[in-house]
């Protein structure tokens, strides 16, 4: 692609020309990266992802869901008996090979 020219408006805002935004899938609301590159500013998508931020509940069933043996599970249920829980009241899948 060929060189665009574009300037900087109001409040730094810059309006990337339409061929561009285009070629590269832009729209309005879209997030971006803008990286120092030395001689110039590099502008790449870029993905918000939502956190989950997971109670203790939640933690202890993972720990203990995804135990890979009897040993593991031990290990799980001390973990969860850390975190001021009882492995027997949490929902979840035991180890087969247990």
């Known amino acids: 692609m ?3 020219l574009t300037k900087i408006g109001k409040r730094g805002t810059i309006v990337i020309p339409a061929s ?3 070629h590269f899938h832009f729209q309005e609301g879209d997030l971006i990266i803008a990286e120092d590159h030395g001689d110039g ?3 790449k998508p870029a993905i918000a992802v939502a956190v989950e931020n997971y109670t203790p509940e ?3 069933e993972f720990l203990l869901s995804n135990a890979t043996d009897a040993e593991d599970y ?3 249920q001390e973990e969860v008996r850390r ?4 492995p027997a ?4 899948y ?3 090979n247990r």
């Open 2 to 4: 060929k060189p665009e």
């Open 20 to 22: 561009l935004r285009h």
């Open 41 to 43: 500013i590099l502008l």
């Open 58 to 60: 939640r933690r202890a």
């Open 74 to 76: 031990r290990q799980a």
């Open 83 to 86: 975190l001021g829980l009882d």
């Open 89 to 92: 009241k949490i929902p979840h």
């Open 94 to 96: 035991k180890p087969k």
